[in-house]
């Protein structure tokens, strides 16, 4: 399981401090979306089934589920009006599974780009 902590700087820059919670390691990095994108940090994959079998990375699926940690400020219509996003920073969402662009931090952990036409439905 992975704690992130969003810090709130100039208006749609969002610095990610991202701790996996196994090695207590902190990595930041300064994620601004452009338009109509998201920025996810996908749930984690349990590596074991009910069973105990172990799962190798390779035959795991993708993940459809995350959180959402930045958001762009939206889409310009033709008109030059700023279209307001649907979703916001903390939504749990679910987007398509091979949806977006996989982007790694520095300590390995993975965040996706996606557009916001992507994101299927909000969780909860």
Do not use: H, W
Request: proline share 6%; with cysteine.
């Amino acid at each position: 399981m992975r704690c992130f902590t969003i810090f709130y700087t100039p208006p749609n820059v969002v610095e990610v401090s991202v701790m996996a919670s196994a090695t207590k390691t902190k990595s930041k990095i300064k994620i601004t979306p452009l338009e109509d994108r998201v920025v996810i940090m996908p749930d984690d994959e349990t590596a074991s089934m009910r069973g105990g079998l172990y799962i190798p990375d390779t035959a795991k699926e993708k993940p459809t589920q995350g959180e959402v940690v930045a958001v762009g400020p939206g889409r310009v219509t033709d008109k030059g009006d700023r279209l307001a996003m649907e979703v916001s920073v903390g939504d749990r969402v679910i987007y398509g599974k091979y949806s977006g662009t996989p982007f790694t931090v520095e300590d390995g952990d993975e965040v996706v780009i996606i557009k916001a036409s992507d994101v299927l439905a909000k969780i909860g």
